[in-house]
């Protein structure tokens, strides 16, 4: 089989940050620069801007015998289409930054030649290159009034571009390389294919209602300015500067004006404070961002693509929301949606304020409704029923979980009969509310802490409670919290020995400086750098991974938090094996948000999509499955 490794370099009006679909759907798309190598030969630079691909190049990048490598490969791979006039089949493809995240290792080319301390770094001077070449430029006397730069503008650092252009496909070439050693499972780059597909099917958007939600925004937004206006006094009261300062005369206490405080305060205010903190509430519309994400994102065939990334979270393999962000979409609970939407697309902003809690609560709730199945197709949205829940009882074999899975599957009621041991008919409100939260946070080896997180004294548990909280769920789940520990034992051993420590359906490695945890599909789970510290309460595991907020940095784990990323990448592959098995059915997967799939197809039924989704991998034999969904036209939570 024959290796072709790209980079490119291309031009666009469109926004890169509206995903790469909008960016090849502008209509001055282009390649300027077409770097490759094979098997690893030099690298060559091809100027798009003075001839065509070569006829040979072409039909290397179409041929089913080559595969092609790049980093961030559905770039390269939706650019290349686009030039070509062909959907490029993404089975020909391997994408080196998947290899990089799989081991835990940056999602950036740069970055990730840096860590791997790799003789071939990439050209820093790119980012000015780019922003010189391939975005549009502002006209200017002193470069004539152009709104483009060309390569004739300056040729010394169109030089310098291709130069850039060809590191680029070194630096990949090397990081391949270096990874090879521990290569991507091949059952990966099946999920992947079947990821780049959703990708790039993607999804029809309600472009009326859209629009129309913007349109009632923008008034609404007028209108609570111009009262937050006559009310301060200030001529912007958007302006955290002069607004505070105002708030602090009227009694405001806090130093900061994050929604948390304004929330707090507001339970006391009165008077002229309390109406401008609910205005600023009301103005702070974030949530309503999607809707200008999508108007931004959607492309010339309706649809709006791109919105998952493979990947996309590095220590599971979860996928990541882009674009539009659907994995955090804003739930629905009115019960006449379609009433609401109407009157939204009508922009009767009067109805809706008459009708619902508010403006902003009513199109918060209707922005998942703005995705919609398209002509007489329907969407059968499938969810895995607390998938993480069954699948942490399979792997620590806690029969009376397994039981509750396999028949009833009220898992918060037995839980409360456990914790509290009380037959499952005497469990009441107050007591299922103990068990859902106790089932939330308890799981990975959280404590009281994890109760507060999980919101516990909101739903109404006593602070003094928390602590029994947590001991009555562990006494309950005995094998759970054996599991905690077996698992932190086997990464111990894995680590100090270097011997592959078996558990289970779970093998622990330590390869190349990785802590490896092979999960029953055959992915490994990577910790990189790992080894063993002095701790309180013995050794403890550290690892290298990306930090809350620096680059990179020294991280701590213990058996719960790696019991969390071996259920949730194991709840990963069992959605990646559904989406495989739907898609060979002929059931067209449209995106997917957590464990649920969002398929769109006419002339079928729910029971059937369920049934495909529940069916269990080869590999998790004995895991009870269930799945539940519902059919309709636009997305929604049911």
Not at 364 to 374: C, G, N
Not at 561 to 588: F, H, M, S
Request: aromatic letters at 10%; one cysteine or more; hydrophobic letters at 40%.
């Amino acid at each position: 089989m024959k290796h072709l490794s790209i980079d490119i370099e291309t031009f666009s009006s469109n926004d890169i940050k509206d995903g790469v679909y909008k960016y090849v759907d502008a209509p001055d798309f282009e390649i300027l620069l077409f770097a490759y190598s094979f098997d690893g030969g030099d690298v060559e630079c091809l100027d798009l801007t003075k001839e065509e691909l070569p006829e040979g190049v072409k039909q290397e990048i179409l041929s089913s015998e080559v595969i092609k490598h790049a980093f961030n490969a559905q770039f390269e791979r939706v650019c290349l289409g686009k030039y070509l006039g062909v959907q490029l089949d993404p089975r020909e493809w391997r994408c080196t930054m998947v290899h990089a995240q799989e081991l835990g290792l940056p999602a950036s080319l740069e970055r990730c030649a840096l860590y791997l301390n790799l003789a071939e770094e990439k050209d820093t001077a790119g980012k000015n290159l780019i922003k010189y070449f391939s975005v549009p430029c502002k006209p200017t006397k002193a470069n004539g009034g152009r709104t483009r730069n060309l390569p004739e503008h300056d040729l010394e650092k169109w030089q310098m571009f291709s130069d850039y252009c060809k590191q680029d496909v070194v630096v990949e070439m090397a990081i391949a390389e270096k990874l090879s050693a521990l290569p991507v499972h091949e059952r990966e780059w099946d999920y992947y294919a079947a990821d780049q597909r959703i990708n790039d099917r993607g999804v029809a958007l309600d472009s009326e209602l859209v629009q129309s939600a913007l349109y009632c925004k923008d008034v609404k937004m007028e209108m609570l300015f111009d009262e937050l206006k006559a009310i301060t006094g200030l001529d912007n009261p958007n302006s955290r500067a002069k607004l505070l300062p105002w708030l602090k005369e009227h009694g405001y206490k806090p130093e900061g004006l994050t929604k948390a405080d304004v929330q707090s305060t507001l339970k006391t205010a009165t008077g002229e404070l309390k109406r401008v903190l609910e205005l600023k509430l009301q103005t702070a519309m974030s949530s309503l961002k999607k809707y200008e994400a999508m108007e931004r994102a959607v492309c010339s065939d309706g649809r709006v693509h791109g919105l998952l990334q493979f990947y996309g979270a590095s220590r599971t393999g979860r996928w990541a929301g882009r674009v539009v962000q659907v994995q955090n979409l804003a739930r629905n609970y009115l019960k006449d949606l379609d009433d609401a939407r109407n009157f939204v697309k009508r922009r009767d902003i009067d109805a809706v304020e008459i009708l619902y809690d508010s403006l902003n609560d009513t199109l918060k709730q209707l922005v998942r409704t703005a995705f919609v199945a398209e002509g007489d197709k329907e969407f059968y949205v499938s969810d895995f029923s607390a998938i993480e829940a069954r699948v942490i009882a399979w792997y620590a074999c806690e029969k009376w979980r397994l039981d509750v899975f396999s028949t009833h599957g009220k898992i918060y009621e037995a839980s409360a009969s456990q914790m509290f041991h009380i037959p499952i008919e005497e469990v009441d409100k107050e007591l299922r509310q103990k068990g859902k939260i106790a089932e939330l946070a308890l799981g990975y080896q959280g404590g009281p802490g994890a109760l507060k997180q999980m919101g516990a004294l909101e739903m109404g548990v006593a602070e003094n409670e928390l602590q029994s909280l947590v001991d009555d769920w562990r006494r309950a789940n005995p094998k759970i919290v054996q599991f905690w520990k077996d698992v932190q034992k086997a990464a111990i051993k894995a680590i100090r020995t270097r011997a592959v420590v078996k558990l289970g359906q779970l093998k622990f490695k330590y390869r190349k400086g990785f802590l490896l945890i092979q999960l029953p599909g055959g992915r490994s789970l990577a910790y990189a750098k790992a080894k063993l510290e002095a701790g309180d309460f013995g050794d403890k595991i550290v690892y290298e991974g990306q930090g809350d907020r620096a680059y990179f940095t020294k991280q701590e784990t213990y058996g719960g938090k790696l019991v969390e990323n071996i259920v949730q990448a194991t709840a990963r592959d069992v959605l990646a094996e559904a989406i495989l098995r739907l898609e060979e059915a002929g059931y067209p997967v449209v995106f997917h948000v957590h464990d649920e799939c969002i398929v769109e197809s006419a002339g079928t039924d729910i029971e059937t999509i369920n049934s495909l989704m529940a069916q269990c991998p080869e590999w998790a034999e004995g895991l009870p499955l269930n799945s539940e969904g519902y059919v309709t036209k636009y997305y929604k939570k049911d």
